[in-house]
């Protein structure tokens, strides 16, 4: 069964950092496009930043110039580098491979990022 582990979430002051990991398992990430979500209160989930077997990655405008995204295939693992964090980052962030996001039990239990002003 496809699932995956987030963990690197915490509380944070506006302009801090932090990294987010996530450790796949059932899946082999290589080959996959994999990709980081988040989702807020009262609101849908969104796509954050997405990475491609060859690195190339894209990022929502929200967040872009301030988030990385990164991969070690070797590891299983992705990461989400955030820097400059802003209180609208606050959200649980979650990562999944994107032939598997309709897959409802692939998702985790995701990682609470609460950034305060």
């Known amino acids: 069964q496809v699932q995956f582990a987030e963990s690197g979430g915490g509380l944070v002051q506006a302009g801090g950092s932090l990294t987010l990991s996530c450790l796949a398992s059932?899946?082999?990430?290589?080959?996959?496009?994999v990709g980081w979500y988040r989702q807020a209160p009262g609101k849908q989930r969104e796509l954050v930043a997405r990475?491609?077997?060859?690195?190339?990655?894209n990022y929502g405008n929200s967040v872009q110039g301030r988030f990385t995204i990164s991969r070690v295939n070797a590891k299983n693992t992705m990461y989400l580098q955030m820097k400059s964090l802003k209180p609208e980052d606050t959200a649980i962030y979650y990562c999944?491979?994107?032939?598997?996001?309709?897959?409802?039990?692939?998702w985790g239990q995701g990682t609470q990022v609460t950034v305060s002003s």
């Open positions: 990475i491609d077997n060859f690195g190339r990655a």
């Open positions: 059932g899946i082999f990430l290589r080959g996959n496009t």
């Open positions: 999944n491979a994107e032939d598997f996001v309709a897959n409802s039990m692939s």
